[in-house]
């Protein structure tokens, strides 16, 4: 196997899943728009999934929601693509462009907002797709040392604590770094061999545990994820 540090970034995005609410046979609902484009929300949170559901299923028309589940990788290739049209009409008779928008979740983004959260890291206002990490928190994986990327701050805390348990002398709570996924991705596709990039490289992405105990209970593993019939956006 491939030194993880040397894995592709693609690589590390497959390890996580993140979901779309469709319909019976896979088609995204496209349940948002904003004036130009019907916006379909591509979800970090299968409990933010869970409820865009249960809004749809209220309705006759749409009560055949279904939450599926694809790889991230998949999801940024569909995010970057450009609009597609939706063959959906506006109320000017224009017809609507597709497009897909990534929805963070909103535990981790009411972190990150959070006024005491803010002094602490920094922040006016968080913009983006918040990740966590923890100054000194890494694992060894492979002979390496990698810095843990974490998706909700309670895995972060719960990770930091299994390491206090375990005897390792560090502060009762950790300090708590936050970062725009989207812009560490876009680093990391352009991290190159530049000096200094082999600390970027080392970073995983530890998939949110709800989302993983979410998978165990439907019964999917790595092969039998649910995910979308139809990506119009991205060839197969």
Request: charge should be positive; proline fraction near 6%.
């Amino acid at each position: 196997a491939a030194q993880f540090s040397r894995k592709s970034v693609q690589e590390k995005l497959q390890q996580v899943v993140v979901f779309a609410v469709t319909n019976a046979s896979g088609q995204p609902y496209l349940a948002n728009s904003d004036g130009e484009n019907q916006v379909g929300l591509i979800f970090f949170s299968v409990e933010d999934a869970a409820k865009m559901q249960a809004d749809m299923l209220k309705s006759p028309s749409t009560a055949d929601a279904k939450i599926f589940g694809m790889t991230l990788d998949k999801a940024f290739d569909m995010v970057r693509s450009d609009p597609q049209p939706s063959g959906i009409r506006g109320s000017n008779g224009k017809e609507l462009s597709m497009v897909f928008r990534f929805q963070a979740d909103s535990d981790a983004v009411r972190y990150a907002n959070d006024p005491l959260n803010k002094i602490k890291l920094g922040l006016k206002q968080f913009q983006g797709i918040p990740v966590f990490s923890a100054k000194g928190l890494v694992i060894r994986k492979g002979g390496e040392v990698v810095k843990p990327i974490f998706f909700t701050v309670d895995d972060l805390l719960a990770a930091w604590n299994n390491i206090r348990a375990s005897g390792a002398t560090i502060p009762a709570r950790p300090t708590v770094e936050v970062e725009d996924l989207l812009r560490l991705v876009t680093l990391l596709e352009n991290a190159g061999d530049y000096p200094g990039a082999s600390q970027l490289k080392s970073i995983g992405l530890v998939p949110s545990s709800k989302t993983v105990s979410y998978l165990k209970d439907m019964k999917a593993g790595p092969s039998g994820i649910a995910r979308m019939h139809s990506n119009p956006f991205v060839p197969e």
